[in-house]
């Protein structure tokens, strides 16, 4: 899904043209070399994710994946927790004690003998689908929910909404996770998308609201002017701005 740029420097078109973008799922790992405005130039691969999967696992798995692609400049990495400074502090829906503190950013580029940069998977997301005007706020419903939060086209550090509590018992990622979705069925599960879009809108008061992630597709209600599903493909897509997030 790529975006439209705003006359990125010829520089920076230049020196990054094709960069490997890599969407770490719960389910699935996905992977595919795009071009600097986010298109497709190869076909994308995917591999199913293990369960319980260890940084230790991933990053074999990972090398595996993108081994039928030669010629690429740099790698984007979408990951499904809280990441900062290349490291992973959180993964909920991988095994969170293992992965706490693992610096997956230096381990790739160790493997991968090129330039890395990791992300919040909705960050990533949210890259390739923002128009770059007003406070933007990106939600991801999948395994969980992603989120990522935009002021003019610049990305703002990453909050793990989702771990905010609705319930005695519940977080967001609960409330409209995956899980809850198979067992409580679609209707009743869009009511609480339905309920969870009102309340981001009444502590944000977004301009415009993106979501986006496997399950997004299953939304059957009515959206607000100001809300928009999104293709999946931007978790892919999005790792082109990950190396230039300000041009919009």
């Known amino acids: 899904m790529p975006r439209k740029s705003a006359n990125p420097s010829s520089g920076t078109r230049s020196a990054i043209r094709r960069i490997l973008a890599i969407d770490i799922g719960g389910t699935g790992l996905k992977a595919a070399v795009i071009g600097p405005t986010g298109e ?44 900062r400074g290349g490291k992973v502090f959180t993964a909920p829906h991988l095994g969170t004690k293992a992965w706490a503190g693992f610096p997956l950013e230096a381990a790739m580029r160790k493997a991968l003998k090129k330039p890395v940069k990791l992300l919040n998977d909705a960050d990533v997301q949210g890259l390739a689908a923002i128009r770059g005007k007003g406070l933007e706020l990106v939600c991801t ?47 009743a599960w869009n009511k609480r998308v339905k309920k969870t879009i009102a309340m981001l809108h009444e502590v944000f008061f977004f301009d ?41």
């Open 40 to 83: 497709f130039v190869e076909a994308r691969m995917r591999l199913k994710t293990p369960r319980y999967c260890t940084p230790r696992k991933m990053v074999p798995l990972l090398v595996r994946l993108v081994k039928t692609f030669k010629q690429y400049d740099r790698v984007s990495i979408g990951f499904p927790g809280y990441v």
């Open 141 to 187: 419903l999948g395994t969980g929910l992603g989120t990522a939060i935009f002021q003019d086209g610049v990305l703002l550090p990453h909050m793990d909404l989702s771990h905010m509590a609705i319930r005695a018992r519940d977080d967001f990622d609960v409330y409209i996770g995956d899980h809850t979705l198979k067992a409580i069925g679609p209707k």
């Open 208 to 248: 415009h609201l993106y979501l986006g992630g496997g399950n997004a597709r299953r939304i059957k209600f009515k959206l607000p002017r100001n809300v928009s599903i999104v293709s999946n493909d931007a978790g892919m897509a999005g790792g082109a701005f990950v190396w230039r997030p300000r041009t919009i």
